[in-house]
């Protein structure tokens, strides 16, 4: 396990939880794939956390400690950056999904149109057959539907009836960033509650040494219908806006 310098006792713990999950999934979806392990199911693992607590840090240490168990990998984002970022490919690109089709509307079509152009790219058709593991970052701008495409391509590819085909899906999210536009949001999903084991980072890294500003943050990342009626996290906020940072006032531009 790694920590930096300015990391809190409690962000440590936190992380140390994540990637002992992790492992744990991954060390028994291992000894399945090698032959060691009885054949069961092995659930996918999600973690979500706010902005700076270490998701994709420790998603791609993750990354890394499955391939030292000699794991096929792929990294994969709906977000070109993102996808850059952590030297993946875009998610519409690795499973050929189509453009302009509404997936939203026509899960299976989309499927199916996806299918028939994998089976026409011998090296798509290839990653996807004998992959393991697949890193998909930034998992809550998914949408429930696009997330049942993935588990229809897999599946039929793979010939399996175990959900993905029997790949091992591991994902970062942070449920308070936009969700999918026109679609249902990733966590109303069938296949969360059954294939997925959801763990939850709380503290920000960046921000561990600076306490004021971790309270500052903290309201930011809370449902705004419970904080609309409450006056003493109000006046709260208010206090540290006032207190914390350095305005520029009256100052004028040359």
């Not at 057959?129 to 890193?135: N, R």
């Amino acid at each position: 396990m790694f920590s930096s310098a300015s990391q809190n006792n409690v962000s440590y713990a936190d992380q140390k939880l994540t990637v002992t999950t992790y492992a744990y999934s991954i060390d028994k979806y291992a000894s399945i794939v090698q032959g060691h392990g009885a054949p069961t199911h092995t659930k996918n693992v999600i973690v979500h956390g706010a902005p700076g607590s270490g998701n994709t840090l420790v998603g791609l240490w993750t990354v890394l400690y499955a391939l030292s168990q000699e794991l096929r990998c792929i990294s994969t984002t709906l977000m070109g950056a993102c996808a850059n970022a952590i030297g993946g490919i875009h998610l519409h690109k690795s499973f050929c999904l189509p453009i302009q089709t509404n997936c939203s509307s026509h899960p299976y079509r989309c499927a199916q149109q996806s299918l028939d152009k994998i089976r026409r790219n011998q090296l798509y058709l290839h990653a996807l057959l004998t992959v393991d593991v697949i890193f998909l970052d930034e998992a809550g701008q998914v949408s429930a539907e696009q997330l049942s495409i993935f588990d229809i391509i897999l599946r039929k590819l793979r010939r399996s009836r175990i959900p993905f085909g029997g790949v091992l899906l591991i994902g970062t999210m942070d449920h308070t960033q936009t969700q999918p536009i026109k679609a249902l949001p990733f966590l109303l999903s069938s296949l969360i509650l059954t294939s997925f084991t959801m763990v939850q980072l709380k503290e920000s890294v960046p921000a561990a040494e600076d306490t004021l500003f971790c309270e500052f943050q903290n309201p930011t990342r809370e449902n705004p219908h419970v904080l609309q009626n409450d006056h003493v996290k109000k006046d709260c906020f208010s206090w540290l806006v006032e207190n914390i940072f350095r305005y520029a006032r009256d100052c004028t531009v040359p």
